[in-house]
């Protein structure tokens, strides 16, 4: 009797061997989705990984149940792949597959498409005068109003021409954007509903990308130094199946790319196109979509669930698309004929998957696919720097702006003289304020980075220093003042605002710091005129958000735009002449021994947004410490002084590159279990390797989610033998696992950690 060895969606080690009935030998083949009983009542969607005729000797072989497909649901190829990410990133099969694969795949019932509700005007009130006499019948409903007046802001009807309605574009909204935009409830637009003045339809939002025909004709002519680049990465990848694109910001990187993907699809290959957030994926859209139109897919989290397995199928179609544009998860894509994957902005921390497992890095895991791969930044990471430096990757150099643009000019502004001589005006110098206000007067636009979202990070009662803390994690609150609540950004609690201070009594509790809410809240108070958006986790949680604030800033309807690190990742505006860098010190007190070189890439990107197009931008950097070697590199755009300075940093203190390092984590619901365990896992691991072991430590969050936290450190050499580390890692987890008093702990193992 037939075999075959399945992987289940479990977070088990290994496959679990099945009996194959008579009624589908023949039919089963590696790849092939299969359901199968686990366990007493439990029924599982599993992949094929293995048929074969080695029968089970110490356990009774349940047979499968049934085949929900009659082919596969993976190319050959894909399983080595997650065996890969498996092994290299001590994963459990399980999780890879979990991972992998959309949750409509994982499910033997399939999916069905997703609608989601919209909200539009009705017919009524697609006049002046009927808008004005509605607005006036909400006088005495003050939240419908507010309501009210952001749907018609958000959709455009506030600045229609009445003599030419038809001409007008008015946006399409969802319930759910207007109800994160205006703050308002279900309740409330229900009123509005039942009054007549708004009405719901219904979207399907599976729909696949229907981009039109292709128009190879609308890339652009490179230029001299474009061109130049584009004929050294092709020479580069005859000998290297890695090549480094450094390029500095606005210089052309993007055309140069569209270039290389047409030259790739002449040949009938396909490109994977990734990007590190959902964000920067809706102008890549749109640039790419004018020149592939139908050819090009678009694959990310914030899909449904529905499109991403539509994508899926079509991928495994006989017509798939020849260009994928993506967030990480799209390197687990069939690809059957994969030419070139393109990994922008590869320096960036969002390629690195955190929770759950697998904890992979995308960008290491694309060039596993096995095609050519171009990494491209103006700030490249120190792995890809260090590995261009030992010739394992080529390098090809763009160092002029496009058009000749200069570089923003970067001016430092010493926020801690300002504040001796009380001249800051909250977290902004007078010199910042100026050159934003002489952008606006020019009708230019203007960027504020500060990377801290919510109104402040923490609240303090003055008289006695108290300051709420989560009751799930070792956190303090963060409060949003818009949603009047303290939040916890690591278990997503929230807590009531308290009207008194609980230690002392006193009701003057205030807001300690500044975030991107309360930046917002002051610089409307400051230029009034000011067309005002936010970019943030906040108040881009839905599909639309994103694409609605990128297109309004694109389109100059907003003219002033606070944001995270978001807005920093290769945002492309037109009209930006200056950005003001409003803490760089937040960035780089961080614990953490990648904080310098995470805070120089932010900063270095972020101050590319200026000055795009037209004359030089301009950045105003706000410090404590305008001395700091890393601060004067910034101004001048020394990338080389900075990463020269890094590396010998690095190499004396056993960092990466030159060392691999691997974390453990323990976690357990009694901090003194944890503590005890993780005692006993750091001497069991210095056993296999001494003194390369560091902990156990807490770590600066030490409890999320009700589980005490402890970590240890792994530092290993270059050339130290990786397969046998990860044994004898997997070996020490499971010896620990073994003791009773442990049932309950979790340890898992954080590879090449960002």
Request: hydrophobic share 40%.
């Amino acid at each position: 009797m037939p075999f075959a060895d399945v992987i289940l969606p479990v977070p088990l080690d290994g496959t679990f061997t099945y009996a194959i009935p008579a009624e589908m030998q023949g039919k089963v083949v590696e790849g092939m989705r299969v359901v199968v009983p686990f366990g007493r009542n439990k029924a599982y969607v599993g992949i094929v990984a293995r048929v074969h005729n080695e029968q089970p000797q110490d356990y009774e072989v349940k047979p499968l149940m049934h085949l929900p497909d009659d082919r596969p649901v993976l190319l050959p190829g894909q399983l080595s792949f997650w065996q890969w990410i498996s092994d290299y990133y001590m994963s459990p099969i399980g999780e890879v597959y979990k991972a992998a694969l959309p949750a409509g795949l994982k499910a033997e019932e399939g999916y069905r498409p997703r609608t989601e509700t919209f909200i539009r005007l009705t017919a009524n009130y697609h006049n002046e005068a009927a808008l004005h006499a509605a607005l006036n019948m909400l006088a005495r409903a003050p939240k419908q109003q507010s309501a009210f007046i952001a749907y018609l802001q958000l959709s455009g009807w506030d600045m229609v021409d009445w003599s030419d309605v038809p001409s007008c574009t008015i946006n399409e909204i969802s319930r759910d954007e207007l109800m994160n935009a205006s703050e308002t409830t279900l309740p409330v637009l229900s009123q509005l509903v039942k009054r007549g003045l708004l009405e719901t339809y219904e979207v399907e939002v599976g729909r696949l990308n229907s981009g039109g025909d292709p128009h190879p004709e609308h890339i652009k002519a490179l230029s001299a130094p474009q061109q130049e680049a584009f004929n050294q990465i092709l020479f580069s990848f005859l000998k290297k199946q890695v090549t480094l694109l450094h390029g500095v910001t606005s210089s052309g990187k993007t055309e140069i790319y569209i270039h290389l993907i047409q030259r790739e699809l002449d040949q009938h290959r396909q490109v994977l196109f990734l990007m590190p957030e959902i964000a920067l994926t809706v102008q890549m859209m749109q640039r790419l979509q004018r020149v592939f139109g139908s050819r090009l897919g678009i694959y990310h989290s914030k899909y449904s669930d529905a499109e991403r397995v539509e994508i899926w199928q079509k991928q495994l179609s006989a017509n798939p698309y020849d260009l994928i544009l993506g967030a990480r998860s799209a390197v687990f894509l069939p690809f059957q004929r994969l030419g070139l994957v393109i990994v922008d902005e590869e320096h960036e921390t969002s390629y690195k998957q955190q929770e759950p497992m697998p904890r992979y890095h995308a960008r290491s895991a694309a060039i596993m696919l096995g095609a050519k791969t171009l990494l491209g930044s103006a700030t490249p990471s120190l792995e890809s720097f260090y590995n261009v430096q030992t010739g394992k990757y080529g390098l090809v150099k763009l160092t002029v702006r496009y058009q000749g643009i200069e570089l923003p000019e970067i001016q430092v502004v010493d926020t801690y003289d300002l504040q001796r001589r009380r001249m800051m005006n909250g977290p902004f110098s007078p010199l910042l304020l100026t050159r934003v206000r002489e952008a606006l007067d020019q009708g230019q636009q203007a960027i504020l980075f500060q990377n801290r979202r919510g109104w402040a990070p923490m609240l303090e009662c003055p008289q006695c220093g108290w300051v709420p803390r989560c009751e799930h994690c070792d956190v303090s609150l963060t409060l949003h003042r818009t949603m009047n609540q303290l939040t916890c950004h690591y278990c997503g609690h929230s807590y009531q605002i308290p009207a008194a201070c609980p230690a002392c009594g006193s009701q003057q509790l205030r807001g300690r710091g500044f975030g991107t809410e309360k930046i917002e809240d002051q610089i409307r108070e400051i230029f009034p005129e000011a067309r005002v958006a936010r970019m943030d986790l906040d108040t881009t949680r839905t599909r639309n958000a994103y694409e609605r604030l990128i297109a309004d800033f694109s389109a100059g309807r907003t003219n002033l735009l606070i944001g995270t690190q978001m807005i920093s990742k290769g945002l492309d505006f037109d009209r930006v002449s200056v950005v003001g860098i409003l803490n760089a010190d937040a960035m780089l007190n961080q614990p953490d021994f990648r904080a310098y070189e995470h805070a120089f890439m932010m900063m270095v990107q972020v101050s590319g947004r200026a000055g795009r197009k037209g004359k030089r931008g301009q950045v105003i950097l706000q410090t404590k410490h305008p001395t700091l070697p890393l601060i004067r590199q910034v101004v001048r755009h020394d990338y080389n002084a900075f990463l020269y300075d890094l590396l010998a940093e690095r190499q004396a203190f056993h960092y990466p590159p030159y060392y691999r390092l691997v974390y453990v984590y323990l976690k357990h619901a009694k901090d003194s279990l944890v503590e005890t365990a993780s005692i006993e896992m750091g001497s069991r691991l210095r056993q296999g390797f001494g003194d390369r072991v560091l902990g156990p430590d807490k770590p600066v969050v030490s409890r999320v989610k009700t589980l005490s936290i402890r970590k240890l450190v792994i530092k290993l050499e270059s050339g130290i033998n990786m397969p046998k580390v990860r044994q004898y890692l997997l070996l020490a987890r499971n010896l620990q696992m073994q003791d009773k008093r442990y049932a309950a702990l979790q340890i898992y193992y954080d590879v090449d950690p960002l």
